[in-house]
């Protein structure tokens, strides 16, 4: 009896241990790369997902969806976005390179529209977008090793492309350096694109999607995140004065290159067209491409409100490209006066 229920036990114990090994295995560790798995953490613009400190490279698994609805493209403006994860930009998306990045794209069977995803991170035949191309209903699951580091915009790119782009359907993936960014104060996540709507800039009602003026590339609105006004007065990014910012800043048109450019800042340090080295200092104004990406570093010296504008002046003052950075703090005469003097002047 003895030595039987030893034998019971002895199996018990045995089960236990390969359904706890098993259990690590499921929960921890890809069966094939046996690197430990961890959840993605996405954040919504401008919010950046925090560096990661991790020095060995992980199987991160990031879960999109996608969610078409009707929400604002300005106060009174109503649009029918397509947009991962319910927002216009999508989420931003943070990996170090080397990881294995297992993305998941569900497509909720209350859509209409096939979908998938298409990033610029991936090494691999239309960036995923076979691999993901998702029906109303179905989840869609593929991995990509990210080779390279940058900053790269992602997007739907599921026919008709342009209007899946056109209607609100991207956003930013950072594939931090091995060796992780140096340390800045504050990051924030800003997104320029374009819509194309029947009614004239700032009717109110929902807007249709116009094809025509999307050809042409005249577009109605140009924005940042989405939406007239994302980054403006309460919305507006913040920093004190002594503070170093980062800002990720993607461009995915559809069709204009824009000339990012804060009025009264200069960016100390520029990461050229979002890639792995840091390209230029001292910019004023910096060209992103549509489908590309810059990474922007300067330090906040002194107090004020700072506008952030397409520098093709016309679309920050009549279609919305336009946002705010306010810095707070001590102000700083040695390096900005402020006004000296205001005289009467006769003229000659
Ligand atoms: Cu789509």
């Known amino acids: ?38 959840q993605a953490i996405l954040t919504t613009a401008p919010n950046v997902p925090p560096p ?46 080397g990881d294995l990045v297992e993305m998941h794209l569900s497509n909720s069977s209350k859509n209409i529209m096939p979908h998938n995803i298409d990033l610029h991170a991936v090494i691999g035949p239309g960036g995923g977008a076979g691999a993901s191309m998702t029906l109303p209903g179905h989840t869609s699951v593929f991995s990509f090793t990210a080779l390279h580091s940058g900053l790269f915009v992602y997007h739907c790119a599921m026919p008709p492309v342009p209007e899946h782009i056109a209607n609100g359907m991207y956003g930013l993936i950072l594939v931090q350096p091995k060796d992780g960014l140096p340390h800045v104060d504050r990051e924030y996540y800003i997104m320029q694109s374009e819509f194309y709507t029947t009614g004239k800039f700032g009717e109110e009602g929902l ?31 913040t920093a004190k004065v002594g503070q170093t910012l980062r800002l990720y800043v993607g461009n995915i048109g559809p069709n204009l290159i824009s000339s990012f450019h804060i009025i009264g800042e200069q960016f100390a340090d520029v990461y050229g067209d979002g890639g792995s080295t840091i390209t230029d200092h001292n910019i004023q104004t910096t060209l992103i491409p549509a489908g590309g990406a810059a990474i922007v570093q300067f330090t906040a010296d002194v107090p004020g409100t700072y506008n952030i504008v397409d520098h093709s002046i016309f679309r920050a003052f009549y279609q919305g490209a336009l946002g705010q950075l306010k810095i707070i703090g001590k102000p700083n005469p040695t390096i900005f006066s402020g006004k000296e003097a205001d005289e009467p002047y006769p003229g000659k």
Not at 8 to 14: H, Y
Not at 65 to 80: A, P
Request: charged share 20%; hydrophobic share 45%; with cysteine.
């Open 1 to 38: 009896m003895k030595n039987l229920s030893m034998v019971k036990l002895t199996s018990a114990l045995l089960v236990t241990l390969s359904i706890a090994g098993c259990s690590v295995m499921l929960s921890g560790f890809d069966s094939k790369r046996a690197e430990p798995v961890e």
């Open 52 to 97: 990661i400190t991790r020095d060995y490279p992980a199987k991160v698994v990031v879960r999109l969806f996608v969610k078409e609805y009707v929400g604002e493209l300005m106060d009174g403006v109503k649009y029918n976005f397509w947009s991962f994860n319910g927002t216009v930009p999508g989420p931003m998306i943070r990996v170090r390179q």
């Open 207 to 237: 807007q249709q999607f116009d094809l025509q003026k999307a050809i042409e590339e005249q577009p109605t609105y140009v924005v940042f995140n989405g939406k007239v006004g994302a980054l403006l007065g309460k919305h507006a990014l």
